[in-house]
């Protein structure tokens, strides 16, 4: 079994700063993704990384893959009350295989 | 374009009852897959369905079935309710193996399933 830890669990932090979140695993994974989820809703997809030592950005948010294929993070900057929301991992072994989701972070941004 | 729809939006069922899940995936896709989510949980995986067959299954019991139609909606049947059954269920759409490698998924709003 494929298991994925993100940590910290929970964070609350102040409009405007800045913070980096986990997403750990033992194995490797040829795809990872990143998704965030807000109450009373599905996930929404925020990005897929593919390749060791890729790093995407998306306005504020920087994901990187880790080298090995085993580790990502995220790094928020200047966060706003609107970041609020459970943020996912989820990795896949192969092309089109089952999806495994970590336990997600709660973040929280307060104005 | 309509992306992924699920019925209903919420559900309250007694132990021992039968319940049937609705989704209709994003305009394009014909790969359906199923997650119970549990409070305070990520997503785990019940099953995917691709040309109207079962294609993976993750560890949930027989209890939980499936269907997929031709025009690519699916549903996910739960027999004999238990009140750990309890949970939001997701339907996420994809596009099949052969056209995509990065197992991108777009996920419903869910059902929300109370068992009392």
């Known amino acids: 079994t494929q298991l994925l830890e993100q940590s910290p669990q929970f964070l609350s932090i102040q409009e405007g700063e800045n913070l980096t979140v986990y997403c750990n695993s033992s194995?490797?994974?040829?795809?990872l993704q990143w998704y965030r989820q807000e109450p009373g809703e599905g996930p929404v997809l925020l990005v897929t990384v593919v390749t060791g030592g890729e790093v995407k950005k998306l306005k504020r948010l920087t994901f990187q893959f880790g080298d090995a294929r085993k580790d990502s993070s995220l790094h928020i900057t200047a966060a706003q009350p609107g970041d609020t929301g459970l943020y996912l991992c989820?990795?896949?072994?192969?092309?089109?295989?089952?999806?495994?989701f970590g336990k997600g972070i709660t973040l929280s941004v307060r104005p | 374009d309509a992306g992924v729809t699920q019925s209903p939006t919420h559900l309250i069922k007694t132990r021992g009852q039968q319940v049937t899940l609705r989704c209709s995936p994003k305009?394009?896709?014909?790969?359906v897959s199923w997650y119970q989510q549990a409070l305070g949980q990520g997503p785990q995986f019940i099953f995917q369905y691709y040309e109207e067959e079962e294609r993976q299954r993750g560890n949930f019991p027989d209890r939980f079935s499936g269907h997929q139609y031709p025009n690519y909606s699916s549903e996910l049947n739960v027999n004999a309710l238990l009140l750990g059954d309890s949970a939001l269920y997701l339907c996420a759409s994809s596009l099949g193996a052969l056209t995509s490698s990065y197992n991108e998924q777009f996920f419903g709003p869910g059902t929300r399933l109370t068992v009392l």
């Open positions: 305009s394009g896709h014909d790969t």
């Open positions: 194995s490797v994974f040829s795809s």
């Open positions: 989820a990795g896949a072994p192969g092309a089109n295989s089952k999806l495994t």
